[in-house]
């Protein structure tokens, strides 16, 4: 017995120990089959579109990360998961990368508008606009040519854009590619649909504004 602990002391604390134990197997379980139902999901999207499935478990009951990778609109997609930050800070992302090929102007930056971004414009400090006030109110949007602004409003890409916009909160568009990042990892079909969407529309749109057969 540990010196200084009564019967009665010791009864208690193997009590709240073996509770302790048995929350935290719970929970583990709970992780466990979680991660299990993200796995199925993933891999049977990927086998049903041939694209490449590779999954590296986590330590012990903790969820691993997952990365898919294949075609669409003629271009390659990504999307995989990374663990950020530690302790209570920590989570896991959802990130999608598609790029939009040559047609979509790659002097272009596309961002969604923020509510710091809003402010400024009290004070004249803006990005630039293209001239539909739901995309410029959606949007921040830089490098804006004459040529981009042309292929921006044309009549396919406006809703798609909104789409984007009105789904993501982080997602930018950089020298052609899309990249977006959520917080959080689709574990069913439903949801993985849910979060592809709007990037395989804006793709499709792109192709369509180009004409690609490719």
């Not at 992780?31 to 891999?43: A, C, D, F, P």
């Not at 789409?163 to 899309?178: Q, S, W, Y």
Request: charged fraction near 25%; aromatic fraction near 10%.
């Amino acid at each position: 017995m540990l010196t200084g602990m009564s019967g009665i002391h010791m009864g208690i604390f193997s009590s709240v120990f073996g509770v302790g134990l048995g929350v935290a197997s719970l929970i583990g379980y709970v992780r466990w089959q979680r991660w299990k139902q993200q796995l199925k999901t993933w891999q049977d999207f990927a086998n049903t579109r041939g694209w490449s499935f590779v999954a590296k478990p986590g330590f012990m009951y903790s969820a691993g990360t997952m990365e898919m990778k294949g075609r669409h609109a003629g271009r390659t997609i990504t999307v995989e998961t990374e663990h950020r930050g530690f302790g209570r800070h920590f989570h896991i992302v959802t990130i999608i990368r598609h790029g939009l090929g040559d047609g979509f102007p790659r002097e272009v930056t596309i961002r969604p508008e923020t509510l710091g971004d809003t402010f400024l414009r009290l004070f004249g400090v803006k990005d630039e606009d293209i001239g539909d006030a739901s995309l410029d109110n959606a949007l921040d949007l830089r490098n804006v040519t004459p040529k981009a602004r042309a292929f921006l409003l044309g009549a396919g890409m406006r809703r798609p854009l909104l789409d984007l916009a009105r789904v993501f909160e982080t997602f930018a568009i950089e020298n052609g590619v899309l990249t977006v990042e959520v917080i959080a990892v689709p574990r069913t079909p439903i949801e993985m649909y849910g979060l592809l969407t709007p990037v395989r529309e804006l793709a499709d749109a792109v192709r369509g504004a180009r004409g690609d057969t490719d």
